[in-house]
């Protein structure tokens, strides 16, 4: 089958799509997603229909989803389809008449037999179907694609309202969908487009707002009281924050996440700025800042020396006519919010950490896998031993106590009221009783990294209870068969795991995970917690797969080597900083002038040897030079390359592994392998394994894509 243009397509250059989908207050973290699935959902349905456009742009408010598509095409580009079918000598007999094979192609088609043509071809004369599609107007298919667009975005939560069943993340109250000044009947969720919008819910006067096109529908919203372009309104909340920070002589706590929610949170902003009770600066300042951020989305100021300043700065959807008594009304809020902040931390002071220990027994961690206390426990012992493994002995002890104190502020009343203080008021808890620093810094740091792209713990103690922490979740989770498939991660799993990987390998650790994971099991066993061992098995398989994407996605390096090094890898060994630089080492070695060669000639040795597993070699059938001369560097080499892998010195086990390349050629054009006399092949063969063995120390150079290069 080809298909190609008939003609190029008639495209008016000021003509415009204008589609939003009004509705209740969206959350302002599904607005930016949404957006951009509308984007690519319409580019996707407009490629698909033959719809050429040009400039596409989104615009997005807590009320509102805004596609606008500019250049849009009048009608579809028309294309030709042909449809090569059976020889012209097969399709018609001696007499020219047609045969069943011409008349069931053309059926098939949906032509006549007369209309078919005949093309030659470098095989023959054969028959050819054409069809001509000179395409439909756009105007007569926009209303199915729309209708397509909108039930195509989808949601993390999304709701029904009505008897329709549509699905959106809030009800849709109105559709504005015109093409070229014109509605588009597009109907969804009991509405149909037309020309009219809604403005700001307070600042309007919340009759229908009837639009022409693009920029009197931009016009029109911001005299309405909406600034629907998500760019100005960053612009203009970034610019007020920082005049108020000016105002303050204050510096403003950077947070690019509380700008995103200001910004999707509100139609017309206005940043102002309240003040709190200077007394309450004596709580702990991450307390403050989570108090005014996670439950009232305040921004927090900081003088010049570094401290939290008594004021904030809230971002509100209203003009400034009412400025002061919102202002009055959020700093009640916060007071109230500040003052349990205060209690709490007062009561949980109370109590030591090491007294709420046992209190963990009540709170299960899983059904399957007991309590908090019996997780702890474990920790105890894991933690102090990854630090003995990981060569950092000295910090034993400290990892030790800081385990058993780890999950103890979780039964606080602070943490209970802001669960994102866990391991923030552990720190501050165990510190006001006198706990070492280094230990109060790996309890606040073992939460560490809490996202991908988060910052790892600082000290060394932090990252060995961070790492104790996912991999004994990791393995508690895997052997209990509880593995997330497909989109399925209810217990983040995966980011444990990309953790993990990150631990070790931008902390510059070796650690073989196979024994931890080991170690892991027995603690589980050991409570009676029975799990099956195979599961370590899988949980090395999904371990491997994060540490393939980092190799690949972060540290850039080719699919090929990361491949081979890993199929490479021995059984009962998974190190992933030992793996990293031996990719590492190997791409390096992958650009050296004889690398292609020499992995050629390994191909050799493997592809002959691909069944075969015996590697004693008789010395006394080594008749030919080349063959004492291999049998000697693989000796030479063997001697070296063991050694060197041992001790981490993977280039230098490369460059051992390269003083093989000459006697292998020299082998292969010297004698034949597969020999009549079978001692002498099976001796030849036997020299062969020994060569793949060696090689596969290091990796399975049969992954690595060599020819061309």
């Not at 909340?237 to 920070?245: C, F, P, R």
């Not at 996440?257 to 902003?269: I, K, N, R, S, Y």
């Not at 006519?321 to 209690?343: H, P, Q, S, T």
Request: charged share 25%.
């Amino acid at each position: 089958m080809r298909q190609g243009d008939a003609s190029a397509s008639r495209v008016q250059p000021d003509s415009e799509l204008l589609l939003e989908i009004g509705s209740e207050e969206l959350p302002s973290q599904v607005v930016a997603p949404a957006l951009g699935e509308l984007s690519a959902q319409a580019s996707r349905l407009f490629a698909a229909a033959r719809l050429r456009h040009g400039a596409m742009t989104t615009l997005g408010s807590p009320r509102r989803l805004t596609l606008i598509v500019h250049g849009l095409a009048a009608e579809q580009e028309p294309i030709v389809t042909e449809v090569v079918g059976p020889s012209r000598a097969v399709a018609f007999d001696p007499d020219g008449k047609p045969t069943r094979a011409a008349l069931g192609f053309a059926a098939g088609q949906g032509v006549s037999v007369e209309s078919l043509e005949t093309r030659t071809t470098p095989k023959g004369h054969y028959l050819v179907s054409i069809k001509r599609d000179a395409g439909q107007k756009t105007g007569i298919l926009l209303p199915d694609l729309l209708q397509r667009l909108l039930e195509g975005v989808t949601f993390p939560k999304a709701m029904r309202w009505n008897e329709t069943g549509a699905r959106f993340a809030r009800p849709v109250r109105w559709l504005l969908s015109l093409y070229n000044g014109k509605p588009v009947p597009v109907a969804f969720a009991g509405l149909k487009g037309g020309s009219s919008t809604f403005g700001h819910r307070f600042l309007s006067t919340g009759k229908p707002l009837r639009v022409k096109d693009v920029k009197s529908y931009l016009s029109i919203l911001e005299n309405a009281g909406v600034i629907v372009d998500q760019n100005r309104r960053r612009e203009i909340i970034t610019s007020q924050l920082d005049e108020i920070a000016r105002q303050k002589r204050a510096k403003l706590l950077s947070d690019e996440g509380l700008v995103d929610q200001a910004v999707f949170t509100v139609e017309a902003p206005h940043a102002l700025a309240g003040t709190f009770d200077s007394r309450y600066l004596e709580l702990p300042q991450d307390v403050l800042i989570t108090a005014m951020r996670e439950h009232q989305g305040y921004f927090s100021l900081l003088t010049s020396e570094g401290g939290l300043s008594p004021h904030f700065i809230a971002v509100i959807n209203m003009g400034t006519k009412y400025a002061d008594v919102i202002r009055a009304g959020n700093e009640r809020v916060l007071a109230a919010r500040l003052a349990d902040a205060k209690f709490f931390y007062d009561e949980d002071r109370k109590m030591s950490l090491e007294a709420r220990v046992e209190q963990l027994t009540g709170v299960t961690f899983h059904q399957k896998l007991g309590t908090l206390h019996q997780k702890v426990q474990r920790l105890v012992t894991l933690a102090p031993q990854l630090a003995r493994s990981l060569g950092v002995s000295e910090e034993a002890e400290t990892c030790g106590r800081a385990a058993r104190l780890c999950k103890a502020d979780l039964v606080t009343g602070m943490v209970g009221e802001f669960p994102t203080l866990q391991g923030i008021m552990g720190r501050e808890y165990a510190m006001y009783h006198g706990e070492p620093e280094s230990v109060g810094n790996a309890i606040a740091d073992h939460y560490l990294p809490r996202f991908a792209d988060d910052r790892l713990p600082q000290e060394s103690a932090g990252r060995i209870l961070s790492l104790a922490d996912r991999l004994d979740t990791l393995t508690a989770f895997f052997v209990m068969g509880l593995i997330p498939s497909g989109s399925q991660d209810p217990f983040a799993l995966r980011r444990h795991a990309s953790a993990v990987i990150r631990l070790l390998l931008e902390g510059g650790r070796s650690l073989n995970l196979s024994t931890v994971m080991h170690e892991a099991f027995a603690a589980l066993t050991a409570q009676g917690i029975a799990g099956d061992e195979k599961g370590i098995l899988e949980l090395e398989r999904f371990l491997t797969e994060r540490l393939r994407y980092y190799l690949r996605e972060v540290m850039k390096l080719r699919e090929d080597v990361i491949d081979a090094v890993l199929a490479g890898r021995p059984s009962d060994t998974f190190d992933p900083h030992a793996l990293r630089s031996r990719s590492e080492a190997l791409q390096a070695f992958a650009g050296r002038s004889e690398f292609e060669s020499l992995v050629t000639g390994f191909k050799r040795a493997e592809n002959i040897t691909k069944t075969i597993q015996d590697e004693c070699v008789d010395g006394g059938l080594l008749k030919e030079t080349v063959e004492v001369e291999l049998a000697a560097a693989l000796r030479a080499a063997a001697s070296k390359v063991t050694g060197l892998l041992a001790d981490g010195r993977f280039a230098e086990a490369l460059d051992a592994l390269t003083a093989l390349k000459a006697p292998i050629d020299a082998f292969f054009n010297g004698v034949m392998v597969m020999a009549d006399e079978p001692a002498l092949r099976r001796n030849r063969l036997a020299l062969l394994v020994q060569v793949r063995n060696l090689f596969r120390q290091y990796a399975d150079f049969s992954k690595i894509q060599a020819e061309g290069r």
